[in-house]
């Protein structure tokens, strides 16, 4: 059994999802799994359907619902031509489009939106997409079956980033969709999206098809993960940032896991866990050519000292300087009481005798933590910065490389380095608008043309 999961561009329109079953008939004696994210751009016009919605701009909202319905039912009718069974799906589709206008109208009503009511509405490119690939599989000679992903995905309450509760997802997953599969069925679902317990519709947070495909993949003992995107494979930077990216073929569980954290979009931070509980290979293909080899992540992969660099924008700086954190035992702690409390994770931390620096990615409940903070200590926030990361498992060990890092970086502004207890990541801090020019130059000093 593997899982195969298909991004938005993958299913991005009629042409796309033909592949994607072109890529799946030839994967049958494997007994595939589909897992699909929304339409491409979907899940950003929904949201911003209901900001529009809930600042006051009905309008707009209802027009963005519009071009939504447009585009899936022009896709139905692509792909599952005017009989009887595509009159279902465009009365389906239909339907979760009224759902929208009428949350989208609600949201208006109120003037405001809560993370429950964002899910309800982020959730429905998912359950556009699922069935209309279904459907469109069944039309290319494939015996798909829909599963409603939300009875497997079992989640917490935490809407927009809800934690997935691993157990129950494999039990689900047993009862559910195995047997379909066993029975030589396609089972097909929407990644992304989950339910509580109670049956409260969730979501994973944004990029969470991959982790779904994990998660079920470790549920089922899967013996391949495979995440079709619209590159060749994870490659040595972000392609649409760094000229002269090159393809990866293989790269350890804890290299991928690291570059997803720290920007290589590519892989949902959290889909490598699973994956690595179960010994499960992650295999990342480019749907638009299907014939290329891909990038293997897998535990064993030959140590390098740089397997690749990532940088993300959007980063903000807290600094905590206190001189009572000299010789204080549970000082760190209490900070990171008060992080965590707010629900905010931190990325990186670096310490002296009486300051330390975190980084966060998501601002909102800064204003909170901060007020907290001021309890510890003198407390300064430095936002617009970016995060780089040189990734490789050897690197540490690896004086040249490190070298080479350090004098990559020349003049720009370090606000933070950071070096992982494994050696496996050198973190820089910088300007935001310095990250992509870095990110180019410590490329060009790893991955020299010429050796290409
Ligand atoms: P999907 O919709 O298939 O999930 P995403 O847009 O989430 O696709 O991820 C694919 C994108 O990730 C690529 O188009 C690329 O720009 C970006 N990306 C960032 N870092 C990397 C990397 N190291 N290797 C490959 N792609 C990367
Ligand atoms: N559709 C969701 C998003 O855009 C999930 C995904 O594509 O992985 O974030
Ligand atoms: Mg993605």
Redesign the pocket.
């Known amino acids: 059994m593997i899982v195969a999961?298909f991004?938005?561009t993958s299913v991005g329109d009629a042409a796309a999802i033909r592949r994607t079953a072109g890529i799946i008939r030839a994967r049958l004696p494997q007994q595939p799994i589909v897992v699909v994210?929304?339409l491409?751009?979907?899940?950003?016009a929904l949201l911003a359907a209901a900001e529009q919605a809930s600042s006051g701009n009905l309008v707009a909202a209802i027009a963005g619902v519009q071009q939504l319905r447009e585009r899936h039912l022009a896709a139905v009718q692509e792909l599952a031509g005017s009989g009887p069974e595509s009159q279902e799906l465009a009365a389906t589709v239909s339907a979760f489009l009224d759902e929208l206008a009428h949350l989208v109208e609600a949201l208006s009503v109120l003037g405001h939106a809560t993370p429950r009511s964002l899910d309800a509405i982020?959730s429905l490119?998912?359950q556009l997409?699922a069935p209309i690939v279904t459907a469109a599989f069944r039309r290319e000679g494939i015996d798909a079956v829909l599963v409603d992903a939300r009875r497997v995905m079992v989640t917490d309450d935490d809407h927009g980033r809800a934690k997935p509760l691993p157990e129950r997802i494999a039990d689900a997953a047993r009862d559910l969709v195995v047997p379909l599969v066993l029975a030589n069925r396609v089972p097909v679902l929407g990644?992304?999206i989950g339910a509580t317990v109670t049956g409260v519709t969730t979501?994973?947070?944004?990029?969470?098809?991959?982790?779904?495909a994990s998660l079920i993949g470790a549920g089922v003992e899967a013996t391949a993960i495979e995440i079709w995107t619209d590159v060749d494979g994870m490659l040595t930077a972000d392609p649409r940032v760094v000229r002269g990216a090159r393809l990866i073929d293989h790269i350890r569980f804890d290299e991928a896991a690291e570059l997803a954290s720290f920007g290589a979009k590519v892989l949902?931070p959290n889909t490598i866990t699973p994956a690595v509980a179960r010994g499960i290979p992650v295999l990342v293909f480019n749907s638009m050519r299907s014939e290329g080899s891909g990038t293997r992540i897998t535990a064993d992969a030959p140590r390098v000292a740089v397997r690749a660099i990532a940088g993300k924008g959007n980063t903000v700086i807290v600094k905590v300087r206190s001189p009572r954190m000299l010789g204080t035992p549970g000082f760190l702690q209490q900070i990171f009481e008060v992080f965590a409390r707010h629900k905010t994770s931190v990325d990186v931390v670096t310490t002296s005798e009486v300051s330390v620096s975190l980084t966060v990615d998501d601002d909102q409940y800064l204003e909170a933590v901060v007020a907290e903070l001021r309890q510890c200590g003198d407390v300064g926030v430095e936002r617009s910065r970016g995060i780089l990361a040189v990734v490789g498992a050897s690197l540490a060990a690896n004086p040249s490389a490190m070298a080479t890092a350090i004098a990559a970086v020349g003049d720009v502004h370090l606000h933070m380095v950071s070096l992982d207890s494994t050696g496996i990541n050198l973190t820089m801090v910088v300007d935001a608008d310095a990250v992509k020019p870095l990110m180019q130059r410590l490329h060009d000093a790893f991955f020299p043309e010429a050796a290409a």
Do not use: I, P, Q, V
């Not at 491409?40 to 950003?44: D, L, Q, Y």
């Not at 979501?203 to 779904?212: C, E, K, V």
């Open positions: 999961k991004g938005g994210s929304a491409a751009g979907t899940t950003n982020a490119g998912e997409s990644g992304y979501t994973l947070g944004r990029g969470g098809s991959d982790y779904s949902h």
